[in-house]
């Protein structure tokens, strides 16, 4: 009877100490998400917003460059808008596995749109960064030439934007294996 109680209690103890690291995993999964909202949202808003002008001759003959003009900035932009969004609307699961740190359905569910959205992420971001090494470097075998020497401010903002986007990425990484782990131990 009395090795039974000393079972039992050692399992109680043990569960506690699941659910306490499971419930520490859960507010980190929260923090890391609401982390990866601001990257995203930074982001996006930054690539966005990007635009600068250049007199050319005159005041009548000008150099523009816009993040739109480049398909793959729109991507950018587009890519990190939606992984923001689901961000945002996933910050209820996260609350609710604070909640019931035991919930492994929605802990799966979470890992895999997770692994959706990173892939999505980290193709926005690598082709965005393919097109802000060409311009800051240019291609002479393409005779595609640097314009960041005359478009500063752009290729400052679109450097930036990807500093963020990247960052984001990272997050994600680690979100996806605190998830895992936490789905591990319950």
């Not at 601001?38 to 002008?53: K, P, R, Y």
């Given at each position: 009877?009395?090795?039974?109680?000393?079972?039992?209690?050692?399992?109680?103890?043990?569960?506690?100490?699941?659910?306490?690291?499971?419930?520490?995993?859960?507010?980190?999964?929260?923090?890391?998400?609401?982390?990866?909202?601001?990257?995203?949202?930074?982001?996006?808003?930054?690539?966005?917003?990007?635009?600068?002008?250049?007199?050319?001759?005159?005041?009548?003959?000008?150099?523009?460059?816009?993040?739109?003009?480049?398909?793959?900035?729109?991507?950018?932009?587009?890519?990190?808008?939606?992984?923001?969004?689901?961000?945002?609307?996933?910050?209820?699961?996260?609350i609710v596995h604070i909640i019931r740190?035991?919930?492994?359905y929605t802990r799966l569910v979470l890992?895999?749109?997770?692994?959706?959205?990173?892939?999505?992420?980290?193709?926005?971001?690598?082709?965005?960064?393919?097109?802000?090494?060409?311009?800051?470097?240019?291609?002479?075998?393409?005779?595609?030439?640097?314009?960041?020497?005359?478009?500063?401010?752009?290729?400052?903002?679109?450097?930036?934007?990807?500093?963020?986007?990247?960052?984001?990425?990272?997050?994600?990484?680690?979100?996806?294996?605190?998830?895992?782990?936490?789905?591990?131990?319950?």
């Open positions: 009877m009395k090795d039974e109680v000393v079972v039992i209690e050692e399992n109680s103890k043990a569960a506690m100490q699941r659910r306490g690291m499971n419930k520490g995993a859960s507010i980190m999964d929260l923090i890391f998400r609401c982390v990866a909202i601001i990257g995203t949202l930074g982001s996006a808003i930054s690539m966005g917003t990007t635009n600068e002008t250049l007199p050319f001759f005159t005041q009548f003959i000008r150099f523009k460059a816009q993040y739109d003009d480049l398909p793959t900035f729109t991507f950018f932009v587009v890519a990190n808008s939606v992984v923001c969004a689901y961000l945002v609307l996933s910050i209820p699961l996260s740190s035991s919930a492994r890992i895999l749109l997770d692994a959706a959205m990173l892939a999505l992420l980290t193709a926005g971001a690598s082709a965005a960064a393919a097109i802000v090494y060409l311009a800051h470097k240019g291609n002479a075998r393409a005779n595609w030439f640097a314009i960041c020497q005359q478009f500063n401010s752009f290729c400052e903002h679109t450097s930036g934007s990807l500093i963020g986007s990247f960052a984001s990425v990272i997050v994600f990484i680690l979100l996806i294996f605190l998830s895992a782990t936490a789905l591990a131990r319950s």
